[in-house]
């Protein structure tokens, strides 16, 4: 039995079908602004390179969404903060304005605690979220929900499949 199957990412690279990378909120409205706003800070950017960017400082363990991304943009560029650039191509480029360094120095202590929490992120990912294990995982969840989930397994079933995994987590705790 195939418990997972491969995709081709948006790098054209192979990762896991399960998405384990979901859409969470790591960020209310105003600090992805400001983390937003110190991203162009640093060179001028357009949406994606900003997603990939959160993502990248994150260690992978988060990407925001286009939905939240591209409105923020839009948000900044009417309050000034940030200016479209004229670029060659489709994409629409943005680069910090007067205003928007102004406002990044007035928040400079919310954006270096912004910027310290992603780094506990990627720090975190990089030591627990390996494709191994999350396939691993993956496919322990599938297992679980087609065999236990079929009509009629007995409660001695259950109680074997629990054992087994208090088991498994018994042995890793030991590693």
């Known amino acids: ?16 079908s399960y998405a384990s990378r979901s859409r969470r909120r790591l960020f209310d ?8 706003l110190s991203l162009i800070g640093e060179e001028k950017r357009h949406g994606y390179e900003l997603i990939k960017a959160v993502e990248d400082l994150t260690g992978g363990g988060y990407a925001p969404s286009p939905g939240m991304v591209y409105p923020t943009l839009a948000m900044m560029a009417e309050m000034g903060a940030i200016a479209e650039t004229a670029d ?6 943005f680069a910090i304005t007067d205003a928007g360094r102004a406002e990044l120095e007035r928040n400079a202590a919310i954006v270096k605690a912004l910027r310290e ?6 720090e975190q990912s990089g ?21 236990l989930g079929q009509d009629g397994v007995s409660r001695d079933t259950l109680l074997e499949a629990t054992a087994l995994i208090d088991e498994a987590a018994r042995k890793i705790e030991r590693l």
């Open 29 to 36: 409205g105003e600090e992805l602004r400001l983390l937003l």
């Open 1 to 16: 039995m195939r418990y997972w199957g491969m995709r081709r990412g948006r790098d054209d690279s192979a990762e896991p």
């Open 127 to 147: 030591r627990t979220d390996s494709m191994p294990v999350r396939r691993a995982m993956h496919n322990l969840g599938i297992v679980l929900r087609t065999r």
């Open 88 to 93: 060659a191509g489709a994409r629409r480029s």
């Open 117 to 122: 929490r992603l780094q506990g992120l990627a």
